[in-house]
Structures are given as C-alpha cells and as structure tokens.
C-alpha cells in the first residue's frame, strides 16, 4: 500500500492540511458527516484516500461516523473522523467506548462559535472541556492537541495518530475555523523525515496475552490486536476485566478506571508540548492556544517594541492541561492574561487552577464569530500591566 | 436476566466447539428464548465450516448481546445501545474478508439504532443480522418496545400500548436488504437454513425471530411466567407466508408473517463496490 505523502510546498488551508497529515500518519479509514467548518477534510479524504487503498465513508450521521471510525481501527486500519461543534457533542457517545476499549483513533473538532448551531462557518473555542469531560462517566485521562496554522495542523495530525497508537486511546486535534479556513503555506516534507507509529503488534500468544493491563495501569506502547489475528479479542461497552470480560465487581472497575486514568497521567513527560516567546525575562504573561494564538503573539510582539516586558505562552498541548508548565510560568510573573474566544472563561479557568495563586489570572473573552484582533488585546495587556 | 445456577459439567459439544467455557453458565433466564437462536446459529455455523478465525460476533446492547457478549472463542464486539451496524460497517470495511454475525435486538435495532439501521440496508452491508425479537425491553425490566403489539400492557405502559409496532422485515425490504426472513423461535430447521442461507448470501442478511420472553413479555403483557404460554401466544399470533395464501383475509387479519421476505442474491453492496472501486482508483 502506498505511504500516500506528497512531499513539496503547498498553498492550503488547515482542513486539506489535517487530511494530508491523516494519509501521511497511515490513516486508511475515515467516516464522517458534513458540518461546516470541517468539511473540506472530509471532501480532501474523499479524494485522496482511494489513490492510496483507503476507505472514506460518509455516515449517516456523526454518532455512526465515530462508532465506524472505532470499529474500523479494531478491524486493523488507522481511522479519523471529523466534526464541530453539534457534530461534537453528538461523538461524545461513541468516544466513551472508544475510550473504554483503549482504541487508537483520531478526532478532529474544527470549533465554531456556539452553543448549539450558533455560526456555523465563523470561529468559536468553545469545546475546550467539552472535550475533556463530555463524554459521560468520567474515569478517563484525555490526549488533545491544539494547532494554530496550517502547517501545524499537518504537523500535529501526525502526532495525535501516534499518540494514539502509544497510549491505546482516542486522540483529539482541536483546531478552530481560523486554523481551518487559514489558506496559508504547507511544507511536506520526504516520507523518511516523519515520524510514524506503526500499530504495536503482540509478541506473546493469545493464552498469554492480556487485551487491557489493568495490573500496570501506566504501561504504555501496550500492543493492540486486531480482529482476525487469532487473539480473539472482547471489545465492549462494559466495565471489562483484563481479557475483556464484562464485569460488576467493584475491583475490576476500580483497576479499569485507574487504567484509563493512569496511562495518560503518569505519562505526562512524554506529552508536554507548549511554545514560549519572550518568557526569559517577562513578568508579565499573555496566554491563548489554536488559531487565537495568532493575534495574541502579534499583540506580544508589539507591547515589546515598547519595552515592556510580556511573554507568550501556548499550551500546544491542552489535555492533559501543561500544568507544571503554567505554573512556572505563574511563578515568575505578576500577571497572566489569558485570551480565548468564549465568555465562559475555560482556558483561563484551567490556567488560574494550575497557576494556584501564585499570579493573578485575567480572561479576555470573546463569544466568537471573529478571532480576537491584535489591538484588543494590545489594549488589555495596557490596562493590565501598569 | 438472572445469573443463577451452577456450571453444568457437561457440556454440549457444539459449546466446547464454539464457545468460551468460562463464560459458561450464560446469563438467560429459565425458558428465554435466545439460547434457541444461539444454538440454531451454532448449527449454521458448523454445518458451513466457519471457524472462530473467519468469523466475528458482534452484538448491540440487549438481552441477546449481553448473553452471547464474549461466549464466542474468535473475536468479540459488542457495540453501544444501537450502534451495532455502524460498530459492522467500520469492522466489515476493515476486514471484508471476514464474517459478521451480529445479534441485535428489538430495541438495538428498531429505536435507538432505527436509523444505523436503515442505512445499513440501504448500502447493503455484506453481514448477517439476527434481530431477537421478544416484544419488550427485557434487560431493563419490562418497558414498551417498537416492536410491542398495540395494546401490549408493559412497566411504562401500564394502560396498554397506544402506539404500532414497527414491522422490521418490511423496513429491511424497503431499504434494500439482500435477503430477509422471519421465524419463529421454535422454527428452529427453516431458521438454520435461514441463517445458513444469510451467511452466503452477499448484502445485507437480516433475519428477524420471534421469541418468547417469560421474565418479562409473559409477567406485564401476558400475566404468566410460563415460556409455553407465551410460546403459545406467538404461535397463535403469527402465521406463515404459504398458510396465509390459503387462509381467508379475516384468519388473518392482524397476524404476524412468517418465512423469507426478499433474496436478492445478485443485488451487490458497499463492501463489493468499494473493492472494486479501489482496483479502479488506486494509485501504483
């Protein structure tokens, strides 16, 4: 089967960015259901998959899109699935079981300014904990990445697949409708310069092989096998004991949601992802992730031109939320503005958690429809530095 | 559903053959009809030589799921409430090669998975779907069902169903199902041949059968415990395609109809066409 990439320099938007960085990663099955503005990956992977052997699928709707996608990775083959907003919530349900059974997927949410259908094709970040903790019953850790231009959201979709192979779980890319519709440079670079995860194969046979490690919760690069590999594995949505088995006692819950938990959180040195600009010296610090980190970095760039000494922070990674990261940054300045495009207030909660007191946190917020400008921010970094 | 009972020593041989003897005793009920769909299913299985390393179960949320889940000794997939044909178009695109036998129920497949449903017929998904069909929710304890006959007395219908049941095969039909079919539980030969006759036939294979639900169907709608009477009940209710062609409208005249609905052999689907799709636009 062909590797699919297409090394060379392209003028694309994210969305074609996010499907050439699925192919490139190994993905061979995507199923989706149109919402704006995601589709156009939906649309480059229509196009693009059969070239090399692969499956794309519109569903019926986003609850089959996710529960295929699922089953299409138990069945042997990388898969992504796509959405925003509504379509979001929708996936919630098949996430659980995606996460549950540990299958390696990638989802992709392309925010839009919400709640419900709120404006369909302008911006919105508003999928934050949504993310995080939407899908029901709790006792789970949760990988996502964030992209904030074309390039990266190449660049990341990669990274989700692989770490979603590592840690036997589905792995979000949150990017937003600036991140999606920016028509920006892309560089692909020769197949032999991306890292690329194969799925890990056992090396022990089936009697001996636990599907689910829940005596070693914090194991990571567990083999998964496929259907048809003789490993006769259980896939289910019921709490399951090693072999996959549904169980009621409380023992094998307690183990299975610690597994679930454990193997993100007692991993986080491998997921630290964040971009600094300016820190070394600031003590004053602006904070935004996805494609709103764009305006804050211009505004950075100009409260510097005026002496002033103002970092950036992004979290590249926001679940599991950099908090080691956020809070040496809280200790080393007197202030944090965190600017995100909902009212709420969700990064900068998070970030005021992990900053635990040890610098003052402020929320520029905004409802969405256009990303925050440059100035507004400039005006508040202004108000607040002093 | 009950968990009673100790494992009996003796095994059948087509469970030492087929199932996993340490999820033996399974979870029905005295008299519960799915053990008879299991078994015909296992004859099916055998008479056509499949083995555990071809073949996948994949069950929804249900009775029938929750009782067969991990019984099989090849791979098992047990999909959320409903999405048991989406869970069979990600595993069967995956795999075309492999053999899909999914157990659904009247709810899996009728409510909540209504709509999975229908588009898996409509793309004609080359698997074979049993629908357990028991007139009632019974994992949850005795709620109204798409499936229940109007009037039908069940724990959220204390007054009596208001509302039609779904005819399952007619909506199988209109959206482009291969092959299907409905028995009874008791029919037990034409269902083996029925399922046997699913599994070969390429598209969707859906065979819906009637059983009896003693615990549940025959406590609220029938006020009996016995799985005879509700045997009876179904046997009374239903009545076969052939019988139907010499009976009088009036005999029958709200009855259920039994045999094979549509084979449509020739009629291709997704799994096909997608292959030979790739073949044409695959690049090197």
């Given at each position: 089967?062909?590797?699919?990439?297409?090394?060379?320099?392209y003028?694309?938007?994210?969305?074609?960015?996010?499907?050439?960085g699925?192919?490139?990663?190994?993905?061979?099955?995507?199923?989706?259901?149109?919402?704006?503005?995601?589709?156009?990956?939906?649309e480059?992977?229509?196009?693009?998959?059969?070239?090399?052997?692969?499956?794309?699928?519109?569903?019926?709707?986003?609850?089959?899109?996710?529960h295929?996608?699922?089953?299409?990775?138990?069945?042997?083959?990388?898969?992504?699935?796509?959405?925003?907003?509504?379509g979001?919530?929708?996936?919630?349900?098949?996430?659980?079981?995606?996460?549950?059974?540990?299958?390696?997927?990638?989802?992709?949410?392309?925010?839009?300014?919400g709640?419900?259908?709120?404006?369909?094709?302008?911006?919105?970040?508003?999928d934050?904990?949504?993310?995080?903790y939407?899908?029901a019953?709790?006792?789970?850790?949760?990988?996502?990445?964030?992209?904030k231009?074309?390039?990266?959201?190449?660049?990341?979709?990669?990274?989700?697949f692989?770490?979603?192979?590592?840690?036997?779980?589905?792995?979000f890319?949150?990017?937003?409708?600036?991140v999606?519709?920016?028509?920006?440079?892309l560089?692909?670079?020769?197949?032999?310069?991306?890292?690329?995860?194969?799925?890990?194969?056992?090396?022990?046979?089936?009697?001996?092989?636990?599907?689910?490690?829940?005596?070693?919760?914090?194991?990571?690069?567990?083999?998964?096998?496929?259907?048809?590999?003789?490993?006769?594995?259980?896939?289910?949505?019921?709490?399951?004991?090693?072999?996959?088995?549904?169980?009621?006692?409380?023992?094998?819950?307690?183990?299975?949601?610690?597994?679930?938990?454990?193997?993100?959180?007692?991993?986080?040195?491998?997921?630290?992802?964040?971009?600094?600009?300016?820190m070394?010296?600031?003590?004053?610090?602006v904070?935004?992730?996805?494609?709103?980190?764009r305006?804050?970095?211009?505004?950075?760039?100009?409260?510097?031109?005026?002496?002033m000494?103002?970092?950036?922070?992004?979290?590249?990674?926001?679940?599991?939320?950099?908090?080691?990261?956020?809070?040496?940054?809280?200790?080393?300045?007197?202030?944090?503005?965190?600017?995100?495009?909902?009212?709420?207030?969700?990064?900068?909660?998070e970030v005021a958690?992990?900053?635990?007191?040890?610098?003052?946190?402020?929320?520029?917020?905004?409802?969405?429809?256009?990303p925050?400008?440059?100035?507004?921010?400039?005006?508040e970094?202004?108000?607040?530095?002093q | 559903?009950?968990?009673?009972g100790?494992?009996?020593?003796?095994?059948?041989?087509?469970?030492s053959?087929?199932?996993?003897?340490?999820?033996?005793p399974?979870?029905?009920?005295?008299?519960?009809?799915?053990?008879?769909v299991?078994?015909?299913?296992?004859l099916?299985?055998?008479?056509?030589g499949?083995?555990?390393?071809?073949?996948?179960?994949?069950q929804?949320?249900?009775?029938n799921?929750?009782?067969?889940y991990s019984?099989?000794?090849?791979d098992n997939?047990?999909?959320?409430?409903?999405?048991?044909?989406?869970?069979a178009?990600?595993l069967?695109?995956?795999?075309?090669?492999?053999?899909?036998i999914?157990?659904?129920?009247?709810?899996d497949c009728?409510?909540?998975?209504?709509n999975?449903?229908?588009?898996?017929?409509?793309?004609?998904?080359?698997?074979?779907?049993?629908?357990?069909?028991?007139?009632?929710?019974g994992?949850?304890?005795g709620?109204?069902?798409?499936?229940?006959?109007?009037?039908t007395?069940t724990?959220?219908?204390?007054?009596?169903?208001?509302?039609d049941?779904?005819?399952?095969?007619?909506?199988?039909?209109?959206?482009?199902?291969?092959?299907?079919?409905?028995?009874?539980?008791?029919?037990?030969?034409?269902?083996?041949?029925?399922?046997?006759?699913g599994i070969?036939t390429?598209?969707?294979?859906?065979?819906?059968?009637?059983?009896?639900?003693p615990?549940?169907?025959?406590?609220?709608?029938?006020?009996?415990?016995?799985?005879?009477?509700?045997?009876?009940?179904?046997?009374?209710?239903?009545?076969?395609?052939r019988e139907a062609?010499?009976?009088?409208p009036e005999?029958?005249?709200?009855?259920?109809?039994?045999?094979?609905f549509?084979y449509?052999?020739?009629?291709?689907?997704i799994?096909?066409?997608?292959?030979?799709?790739?073949k044409?636009?695959?690049?090197?």
């Amino acid at each position: 089967m062909s590797s699919g990439v297409k090394p060379g320099r392209y003028f694309v938007q994210g969305d074609e960015a996010i499907a050439e960085g699925a192919i490139a990663a190994g993905c061979r099955f995507f199923a989706g259901y149109p919402i704006t503005p995601s589709s156009e990956t939906s649309e480059a992977m229509a196009r693009r998959l059969p070239e090399v052997g692969g499956i794309c699928l519109q569903m019926e709707d986003e609850l089959a899109s996710i529960h295929s996608v699922c089953a299409a990775s138990v069945g042997g083959l990388k898969a992504m699935t796509i959405s925003s907003g509504p379509g979001i919530s929708l996936k919630l349900e098949g996430l659980g079981w995606g996460i549950k059974n540990e299958i390696p997927v990638v989802v992709v949410d392309v925010q839009r300014a919400g709640p419900s259908n709120g404006v369909a094709t302008r911006v919105g970040q508003g999928d934050f904990y949504t993310i995080r903790y939407g899908s029901a019953g709790g006792n789970y850790g949760l990988i996502a990445l964030s992209p904030k231009s074309t390039q990266e959201a190449f660049d990341l979709t990669i990274e989700c697949f692989n770490l979603s192979e590592i840690f036997r779980c589905p792995v979000f890319l949150l990017a937003d409708e600036t991140v999606g519709h920016t028509r920006e440079l892309l560089v692909i670079p020769e197949e032999s310069e991306l890292n690329v995860v194969k799925r890990i194969k056992p090396t022990i046979p089936p009697e001996q092989f636990d599907m689910y490690p829940l005596d070693n919760p914090e194991v990571i690069y567990y083999p998964f096998p496929n259907i048809g590999e003789g490993y006769g594995i259980c896939v289910s949505p019921y709490t399951h004991n090693s072999k996959g088995y549904a169980s009621t006692a409380q023992e094998t819950q307690e183990k299975m949601a610690r597994r679930l938990v454990l193997k993100v959180t007692e991993n986080l040195d491998k997921l630290v992802r964040v971009e600094r600009r300016y820190m070394e010296d600031a003590d004053f610090a602006v904070v935004a992730y996805g494609g709103n980190a764009r305006p804050a970095i211009a505004a950075v760039d100009m409260v510097r031109e005026k002496g002033m000494k103002v970092g950036f922070f992004r979290p590249i990674i926001v679940w599991p939320f950099p908090d080691g990261e956020i809070l040496n940054v809280a200790e080393k300045v007197r202030r944090i503005l965190v600017c995100e495009l909902n009212i709420d207030g969700q990064l900068s909660r998070e970030v005021a958690r992990a900053a635990r007191g040890k610098s003052e946190v402020y929320h520029l917020g905004s409802g969405g429809v256009e990303p925050h400008l440059p100035l507004q921010i400039f005006n508040e970094i202004m108000r607040l530095y002093q | 559903m009950s968990t009673s009972g100790e494992t009996s020593k003796v095994l059948h041989p087509l469970v030492s053959k087929y199932l996993r003897k340490e999820r033996m005793p399974h979870m029905a009920c005295p008299g519960c009809g799915i053990g008879q769909v299991v078994h015909a299913t296992l004859l099916a299985i055998d008479e056509l030589g499949m083995t555990p390393k071809d073949t996948v179960w994949v069950q929804g949320v249900g009775c029938n799921s929750r009782i067969t889940y991990s019984t099989w000794v090849g791979d098992n997939v047990d999909a959320h409430h409903g999405r048991i044909f989406a869970v069979a178009t990600g595993l069967k695109m995956a795999r075309p090669d492999m053999n899909f036998i999914l157990f659904t129920g009247d709810g899996d497949c009728g409510a909540i998975g209504g709509n999975h449903f229908i588009h898996a017929c409509r793309r004609n998904l080359d698997v074979t779907a049993i629908l357990f069909n028991n007139g009632i929710y019974g994992m949850t304890g005795g709620q109204v069902a798409p499936t229940s006959p109007f009037g039908t007395v069940t724990t959220t219908t204390p007054y009596g169903n208001l509302e039609d049941p779904f005819d399952m095969c007619q909506l199988a039909i209109a959206a482009g199902a291969s092959y299907v079919a409905r028995w009874r539980s008791t029919d037990f030969k034409p269902l083996i041949n029925s399922i046997k006759k699913g599994i070969h036939t390429k598209g969707l294979a859906f065979i819906e059968v009637l059983l009896q639900c003693p615990t549940n169907f025959g406590r609220y709608a029938l006020k009996t415990s016995r799985a005879q009477d509700v045997l009876k009940w179904i046997k009374d209710h239903t009545v076969t395609q052939r019988e139907a062609k010499k009976l009088p409208p009036e005999d029958i005249e709200g009855k259920v109809l039994l045999g094979e609905f549509v084979y449509r052999p020739d009629r291709t689907g997704i799994v096909e066409r997608y292959q030979a799709f790739l073949k044409k636009h695959m690049k090197e």
